[in-house]
C-alpha cells in the first residue's frame, strides 16, 4: 500500500482531487492525503489556508509534512497552476523563456523535483497544472450547463472562444485571458462559485475526457498510478 501526500493550491484543486483524483487512485491501491498550502503573510498574524505567494512557503509546507511521514510506503505529489506561480520558483527565470508550454512545465518541474531532492525527499512527484484548475473545465465547456442552468448561449459562446486552441493546456496565462478568466468573462457567477463548481464540472467531464485532452495532466495520473507497483519495494 502506498500512501500518497498532496500538497494543493487552494479550495478548487482541494475539492477536485478529494472528490476526482483520490477515489480513482485508491482502487491501484495508492490512498491519498490531501493538503491545503498553509500561508501565513507575516509572524504575527494567524495562519490561514491556500493561495501561494511565494516558493518558501510551498518548500516549507512540503518538507515539514515530508519529515512527519518519512516512510519508504510514502510519496508525495503537488498540484500548482502554473499561472501567477511565484517567480522565486526554482528554474523560473530559465523556464518562461521557452515557448513551448510544456517544455516550460517540465523544466520547472525538474528543477522543483531537484529542489526538494536535495533536501532528502526523493519520494517526489511534482505536478504543475498548464495553465490553471479551470483547463480542465474547458477540456469540455458543454458540461458548465450542469451547473449553470439557463446559460446556453454564454456556454456556447465561451467554446468558440477556445476551439482554435489544439487543447484546453495551451490556452495562455494572461490576465484577461487565461481560462478562469475566459469562464468568468461568459459566465460571472463562476467567480464566486469556482470552489465548489469546478471540481463538480471536471468530476462530470470525466477523468476519461480529461487524460485524452490534457496530455500533461494525463503524464501526472500515470506517473501517481504506477506508485501502485512500487508497494513490494
Known sequence: MI??????????????????IVPHLALQNVFGAIQLVENRRKATERRFKGGIDSFSQIERHLLRWWKQERSS????????DLYALPSDFP???EAMRLDDPYERVERLEKAFFERISEQGCRHFVPYIQ???F????????QKLG???????????????????????????QEPDSAPSKRIIKRIPEYEFRKASAGPVVASKIGLPALREKCPHFNQWLRALEALSHRSAE
Open 3 to 20: 500512501r500518497l501526500c498532496a500538497v494543493v493550491e487552494g479550495q478548487t484543486e482541494e475539492a477536485f482531487a478529494n472528490r476526482t
Open 73 to 80: 510506503s510514502c510519496w508525495f505529489t503537488t498540484m500548482f
Open 91 to 93: 528554474g523560473y527565470s
Open 130 to 132: 498548464l495553465h490553471e
Open 134 to 141: 479551470e483547463a480542465l473545465i474547458l477540456s469540455d465547456p
Open 146 to 172: 450542469l451547473e449553470f442552468l439557463e446559460h446556453d448561449r454564454a456556454i456556447d459562446t465561451l467554446i468558440r472562444d477556445v476551439e482554435h486552441f489544439s487543447g484546453p493546456e495551451l490556452i495562455d
